[in-house]
Nanobody
């Protein structure tokens, strides 16, 4: 049974940084793309960043140059380093694993950017 557990959310200041982590269990990890998504109140869930099994990355235009996705296959963990935070980054952030035809999601972690 695949489980994804996010951590590292909380309150960040505009211009500040936060680092999210997502630990996977119950599955092999290195062969599958991983992603971070977010959902703000009243909005649809949107893609933030993706990383392939080979380490290639892709980002939403709104976070390019500010956020960095990375993965540690030995630890079965994917990270999202968020720098230069903006109030519009406020959302619940979800970790995603695309394993064959299935999507697996974590429970989400709240990120609030406010002074």
């Amino acid at each position: 049974q695949v489980q994804l557990v996010e951590s590292g959310g909380g309150l960040g200041q505009p211009g500040g940084s936060l680092r999210l982590s997502c630990a996977a269990s119950g599955t092999s990890f290195g062969a599958y793309p991983m992603g971070w998504y977010r959902q703000a109140p009243g909005n649809q869930r949107e893609l933030v960043a993706l990383i392939t099994s080979g380490g290639s990355t892709d980002y939403a235009d709104s976070v390019k140059g500010r956020f960095t996705i990375s993965r540690d296959n030995l630890k079965k963990t994917v990270y999202l380093q968020m720098n230069s935070l903006k109030p519009e980054d406020t959302a619940v952030y979800y970790c995603n694993m695309k394993k064959w035809a299935n999507d697996y999601w974590g429970q989400g972690t709240q990120v609030t950017v406010s002074s």
